[in-house]
């Protein structure tokens, strides 16, 4: 059964944007604390982001800072992640997740998406 579906991914030279979607069942999204992770190829999966459930709180991983916004819309019950001045090492494939932490580790998520490419170049 498929939770949350991601999109929005694709190819972008370093210095541009891309803007992941990730459309959660409305029940998720108004019990569960909604982030972004990442893996690289051969790595565990890293947060890169987390939007609190109740109140709006977000939190980002350091190396995504002021480059990277998430979001939701309640509206078409989907989270976004605005990535801004992207570079090679931002490369990976994104999930989206839903969990009980903010900010949110591996162990405290719920739910995940199935992943979406981002490939930067240089």
């Known amino acids: 059964q498929v939770q949350l579906v991601e999109s929005g991914g694709g190819l972008v030279q370093a210095g541009g944007s891309l803007r992941l979607s990730c459309k959660a069942s409305p029940q998720i999204l108004r019990e569960y604390h909604m982030g972004w992770f990442r893996q690289f190829p051969g790595k565990d999966r890293e947060f890169v982001a987390v939007?609190?459930?109740?109140?709006?709180?977000?939190f980002y991983a350091d190396s995504v800072k002021g480059r990277f916004t998430i979001s939701r819309d309640y509206l078409q019950s989907t989270v976004h992640l605005q990535m801004n001045n992207l570079k090679p090492e931002d490369t990976a494939v994104y999930y989206c997740?839903?969990?009980?932490?903010?900010?949110?580790?591996?162990?405290?998520?719920?739910?995940w998406g199935q992943g979406t490419q981002v490939t930067v170049s240089s």
């Open positions: 939007i609190r459930y109740y109140g709006g709180e977000t």
């Open positions: 997740a839903a969990g009980t932490s903010a900010p949110m580790y591996r162990q405290s998520v719920h739910f």
